[in-house]
Nanobody, 110 residues
């Protein structure tokens, strides 16, 4: 199983980023995929899940600003992040159950 995230970077408050995750090694279309984030010194925080039927679920802290989506043909999951805030700064991980990728850094700062 491999999860590879991309798309992180530095963005100003109010800006947008789109994270991507390429998955391999399992039947992607059958499973829930997710995103989580972590700030140094703090625990892993769940951000969003997307179910096999395309339904999304979101943490209250990102609801209305983030949108999760998936492309089963490409075995990819995405996280569109809008109206970013400094408190969104973290390493973002793509997740499949307890498995996660190497992470991609998102920094929101002016």
């Amino acid at each position: 199983v491999q999860l590879v995230e991309s798309g992180g970077g530095l963005v100003q408050p109010g800006g947008s980023l789109r994270l991507s995750c390429a998955a391999s090694g399992f039947i992607f279309s059958s499973y829930v995929m997710g995103w989580a984030r972590q700030v140094p010194g703090k625990g892993l925080e769940w951000v969003s899940n997307i179910y096999s039927d395309g339904r999304g679920a979101y943490a209250d802290s990102v609801k209305g600003r983030f949108t999760i989506s998936r492309d089963n043909a490409k075995k990819k999951v995405y996280l569109q992040m809008n109206s970013l805030k400094p408190e969104d700064t973290a390493v973002y991980y793509c997740t499949w159950g307890s498995v996660r990728g190497q992470g991609t850094q998102v920094t929101v700062s002016s």
